[in-house]
């Protein structure tokens, strides 16, 4: 089977959204669910056609979380040139370049950087690997603090935000491999390095 990669074609939506359509025929499968954050160069799924596999990605110039996902009840729905694959809200989620999460002040003065989805906490690439941050380090905008698994898929979780210094110090990791979080729990203590 081959593959290739092509960007989605993205439209204007409803209300300031972003409408991304299929820049294919085929069958549409592994698109992302609704409340995910997307940023350019990002997995949209992939388009089964003729025995070749097409990876998607979101295009340039769009961003933003997934409020709609057409097809969501099908396992491979078929799509046709220009069909639509989702809709996103630029507005929501803040995505400048990545998941920008919201920070708060903690009783102590520390600040607190939030899950910008729900999904499984995972602090290391992998069993047996090392992990991305520990208390004590200093991290900038952008460094890979976390992963959260939301249906079998991987996010990358960077530091950065309104509020949140950079660079900045670990003070306290509030969760543990295999925690279950919603959006907006509570990751990390940070405190101005």
Request: proline share 9%; hydrophobic share 40%; charged share 25%.
């Amino acid at each position: 089977m081959t593959s290739s990669l092509l960007e989605a074609i993205a439209r204007p939506g409803a209300e300031g959204g972003v409408l991304l359509v299929s820049p294919e025929v085929g069958r549409w499968r592994e698109g992302p669910p609704a409340g995910r954050i997307l940023r350019p160069g990002d997995p949209l799924g992939r388009i089964e056609r003729l025995g070749s596999m097409i990876s998607i990605v979101v295009p340039r110039g769009a961003a933003g979380m997934v409020t709609e996902r057409f097809g969501a009840d099908l396992a491979r729905p078929s799509v046709a040139y220009g069909s639509p694959l989702v809709v996103l809200d630029p507005a929501s989620g803040a995505v400048a370049g990545d998941v920008a999460v919201a920070s708060e002040e903690a009783e102590d003065g520390g600040l607190i950087l939030r899950a910008p989805m729900g999904g499984r906490f995972y602090l290391r690439s992998a069993p047996g690997k090392p992990p991305f941050i520990s208390v004590g380090d200093v991290i900038e905008e952008g460094r890979t603090v976390a992963l959260l698994e939301v249906m079998k898929t991987f996010n990358r979780v960077p530091y950065g935000g309104a509020g949140l210094p950079s660079p900045a110090r670990v003070k306290a990791i509030l969760r543990t491999d295999d925690d279950d979080v919603s959006a907006g729990d509570a990751l990390l203590e940070v405190e101005e390095a």
